[in-house]
Nanobody, 113 residues
Framework: QVQLVESGGGSVQAGESLRLSCTASRSFSTMGWYRQAPGKERELVAAIIGGGITRYGDFVKDRFTISRNKAYDTVYLQMNMLEPDDTAVYYC??????????WGRGTQVTVSS
């Protein structure tokens, strides 16, 4: 059974940084991060495909960077200049295809002003 384990969430002040990590029990070509704030739909934060193709949500605005290890089983999300609106549960995601998607349990990020 595939497992995704996130770490690195926490509570910070606006303008500070956090680095999230997600380790999978096997390698994946496509991994990413989504987030869900209370009362809102889950949205894409960042995704990485293969060796380095990346996609970001429009709200990221060059504040976040996704990266991965060479084994393709760990993905990182460096988040800088955090804002209160970034407060959410952040979920790691690993995709085989549109029908086979795995999710982590999530890690809470709280940003206070």
């Amino acid at each position: 059974q595939v497992q995704l384990v996130e770490s690195g969430g926490g509570s910070v002040q606006a303008g500070e940084s956090l680095r999230l990590s997600c380790t999978a029990s096997r390698s994946f070509s496509t991994m990413g991060w989504y987030r869900q704030a209370p009362g809102k739909e889950r949205e894409l934060v960042a995704a990485i495909i293969g060796g380095g193709i990346t996609r970001y949500g429009d709200f990221v605005k060059d504040r976040f960077t996704i990266s991965r290890n060479k084994a393709y089983d760990t993905v990182y999300l460096q988040m800088n200049m955090l804002e209160p609106d970034d407060t959410a549960v952040y979920y790691c995601n690993a995709r085989v295809n549109s029908d086979v998607i795995y999710w982590g349990r999530g890690t809470q990020v709280t940003v206070s002003s």
